[in-house]
C-alpha cells in the first residue's frame, strides 16, 4: 500500500496523511487505526499514539494494550507500562486461541515481544529477577528473540552453566525449529555466552561457514582470545570487525579493552574522542574516555567518565569494575569495595566483581574475608584459572601449603586445557607461586622448573631470580645460588632477603659456615613467603 511505501522510505509524515485518510476510507477499521497508531510510534508521538488507542476503544484488545504499554515504556513512564502488562491476559494453553482481526498479530505472535517489553520494564525499575524470567520467557516463545537473550548475557544474570542451560531448554521446548535452524542458534547463542565458562576454542560448524566474516562471529572469537590473554590476535580479529562495522559497540567494547592492555594510548585517545563526539549519550563512549584516562593514569579523570558511563547503563560490567579499579589504584578501598559490592548486586551472575572484592580484601591483610569472596567467585566460574590461581595465592600467603597447591595446579590445568597465550607475562605470577610451594614442598626439581617458565615468560625480573637462587641453594648448589642472586640484586639492588641469600651462599662457597647451609636458609625461609598476585 502507499502507506507502507513511504514507511519503508522512511516518510513518516507522508504515511501518517495516508494513514489517517485510510483510516475514513475504511470506515475505522482497527488494522487502518493500528497502522496508524504504528506510524505515532515510530514518529516519537507517544501520548498522541496512546490517545488514538483509547479513544478508539481498543485498549480492550490485545494488541492495543501492548502498544500502550510499549509507548509508556518509551516515555520512561515504567511503572504506568508495569500496570497495563499486568493487566494483560496470560495465555492458557486450554483456552482456544481468539480469532484476530485481519492484519492485526494474535496473541500468541505477541507474546514474545509481551515479555520482551516486560523485562525491559523490571529491569528498569530495578527488578532483576522478575526481569530475568521474562526474558527467558520471551526466548520460550520465540527461540529467535535474540534481544531477550542479549538481556540475560550481557546483563550478566546467570552464570555460564546456567547461559548453556537456556539455550539447550529454548532449543529443546520449540518444536517448530528445523535440525538446520537449531544449529544456528545454538552456535550463535554460544558465542555470546560468558567466555570464562568455556575457555576453548569455537568450532564453526561445516554447515556455517558463511559467517567466518559476520560481525557477530568475529567479535565471540575476539572476546574469547581476549579472555585467554591472546591481545594481539584479538585486537586483529577486531579490526577485521570493525572493517565491516565500525561502530558495533559490542566488538568497540572489546576493542577497548585490546587497545589498554597493548597501552596504544594514541589509538584509544582517537577512539574515545570519535565516539563522544558521535555517540555523546552513550555508555561505550564515556568507557572509551574513560579507559584512556585509567591507561595515562588519570584517576580522578578516568572516575568521573566511567561514573557517567555506568549511569548511562547501571548493568555495564565493564564500567563499573573499571571505575572500581580506578579507586584500588590510588589505595581508596573503601570506595573500591563500595564500587565492586555495588555490581555484584547488580551482575548476580559475574563472578568478577567478587573476585576483585577478595583482591581488596587480601591486599589490606584481611584474608578470611578475602578467602569467603574468592569461593563465592569460584562457584560462579569455576574453570576461570585468574579465580583459581588468586585462591592458591592466598594459600601461599596464609600458610596453607597443600590447598595453595591444590589451586595453583589447577588453575595451571585451566591454562592448558584453554586456547591461552603462553607468551603473555599475566602467567608469570601462577609460575611464581608455584615455584615457592614446591620449594616449600621440598620439590626443587619442579620449583627450578616453574621458576624458569616465570623467567621465559616475564623475561628477568628480580623475584625470579632470588625464587632460583633459593633453591639452587637448598639443594647445596652454592655456584648457581650465587649466580642467581648477583642477577636479582642487579634488578633490585636494595632487597635484604636476596642480600641475606647472597652472604649465606658465599659462605658456603668459602667453606667457612659454622653450620650446615640448609639450616641458615631455612631460618629465612618465612621471609620469603609472600606470594605474586595477578
Known amino acids: 500500500s502507499k502507506v507502507d511505501r513511504e514507511t ?45 488507542i483509547q479513544t478508539n476503544r481498543l485498549q480492550v484488545t490485545f494488541y492495543g494494550s501492548y502498544l500502550i504499554a510499549k509507548c509508556q515504556a518509551a516515555r520512561g513512564d515504567w511503572n504506568e507500562a508495569k500496570e497495563t502488562l499486568e493487566l494483560l491476559p496470560e495465555p492458557s494453553p486450554l483456552a482456544p486461541p481468539p480469532i484476530p482481526s485481519e492484519g492485526v498479530m494474535s496473541e500468541q505472535e505477541l507474546m514474545a515481544s509481551v515479555y520482551l517489553l516486560k523485562g525491559s520494564v523490571y529491569q528498569a525499575l530495578d527488578n532483576h529477577q522478575f526481569a530475568a524470567q521474562c526474558f527467558k520467557l520471551a526466548l520460550k516463545e520465540d527461540p529467535y528473540c ?7 548475557v550481557y546483563n550478566h544474570y ?7 542451560e537456556i539455550i539447550t531448554d529454548t532449543i529443546d521446548s520449540s518444536e517448530d525449529l528445523t535440525t538446520e535452524e537449531a544449529e544456528l542458534i545454538r552456535f550463535l547463542y554460544s558465542g555470546m555466552s560468558k567466555k570464562y565458562h568455556n575457555q576453548q576454542k569455537q568450532v564453526v560448524p561445516s554447515t556455517l561457514t558463511c559467517f567466518n566474516n559476520n560481525v557477530t562471529v568475529l567479535t565471540s572469537q575476539a572476546e574469547r582470545l581476549y579472555y585467554n590473554c591472546r591481545f594481539t590476535s584479538s585486537y586483529e580479529t577486531c579490526l577485521r570487525a570493525l572493517k565491516i562495522d565500525p561502530y558495533h559497540f559490542p566488538t568497540l567494547l572489546v576493542h577497548i579493552g585490546c587497545l589498554y592492555e597493548l597501552g596504544k594510548k594514541n589509538d584509544l585517545f582517537i577512539l574515545g574522542h570519535k565516539l563522544v563526539e558521535l555517540y555523546p549519550k552513550a555508555y561505550i563512549s564515556w568507557y572509551a574516555v574513560g579507559i584512556y584516562y585509567s591507561l595515562i593514569k588519570k584517576w580522578e579523570s578516568a572516575r568521573q567518565c566511567l561514573s557517567k558511563s555506568t549511569s548511562l547503563n547501571k548493568l555495564f560490567a565493564a564500567g563499573w569494575l573499571a571505575y572500581g579499579h580506578a579507586f584500588a589504584a590510588e589505595g581508596e578501598n573503601d570506595q573500591a569495595l563500595a564500587t565492586y559490592f555495588t555490581a555484584s548486586r547488580l551482575l548476580k551472575g559475574c563472578h568478577l566483581p567478587l ?25 560462579l566460574a569455576p574453570h576461570d584459572p585468574f579465580v583459581l590461581a588468586e585462591m592458591g595465592a ?9 590447598y ?5 595446579q589447577q588453575a595451571l ?5 584453554g586456547d591461552h597465550e603462553w607468551a603473555a607475562s599475566t602467567w608469570s605470577a601462577l609460575y611464581i607461586n608455584l615455584g615457592q610451594v614446591y620449594r616449600i614442598a621440598k620439590q626443587y626439581e619442579q620449583a627450578v622448573k616453574c621458576f624458569k617458565h616465570a623467567q621465559f615468560l616475564s623475561c628477568d625480573t628480580s623475584t625470579v631470580y632470588t625464587g ?22 642487579d634488578k633490585e639492588r636494595q632487597d635484604p632477603f636476596t642480600i641475606q641469600l647472597l652472604e649465606m651462599s658465599l659462605t658456603a662457597l668459602a667453606g667457612n659456615e659454622d653450620k650446615s647451609e640448609d639450616d641458615e636458609i631455612e631460618e629465612i625461609d618465612d621471609l620469603k613467603r609472600t606470594p605474586t598476585t595477578f
Open 8 to 52: 519503508q522510505k522512511h516518510q513518516y509524515s507522508n504515511a501518517l496523511f495516508w494513514a489517517d485518510k485510510a483510516i475514513s476510507l475504511g470506515g475505522g477499521d482497527p488494522k487502518d487505526i493500528f497502522t496508524f497508531v504504528n506510524i505515532l510510534y515510530l514518529r516519537g508521538e507517544y501520548r498522541r499514539a496512546v490517545y488514538f
Open 146 to 152: 535474540v534481544e531477550a537473550y542479549e538481556n540475560l
Open 158 to 164: 546467570y552464570t555460564g552453566k546456567c547461559e548453556e
Open 355 to 379: 573476585l576483585y572484592i577478595g583482591l581488596q580484601y587480601g591486599s589490606t591483610n584481611n584474608p578470611l574475608l578475602a578467602e569467603k569472596f574468592f569461593k563465592e567467585a569460584i562457584v
Open 394 to 402: 592466598l594459600y601461599t600467603q596464609t600458610g596453607k601449603w597443600e
Open 404 to 408: 595453595a597447591l591444590s589451586y595453583l
Open 413 to 417: 590445568s585451566k591454562v592448558k586445557e
Open 468 to 489: 632460583l637462587g633459593f633453591v639452587y641453594a637448598l639443594q647445596g648448589n652454592a655456584i648457581l645460588a650465587v649466580e642467581y642472586c648477583h642477577k636479582a640484586l
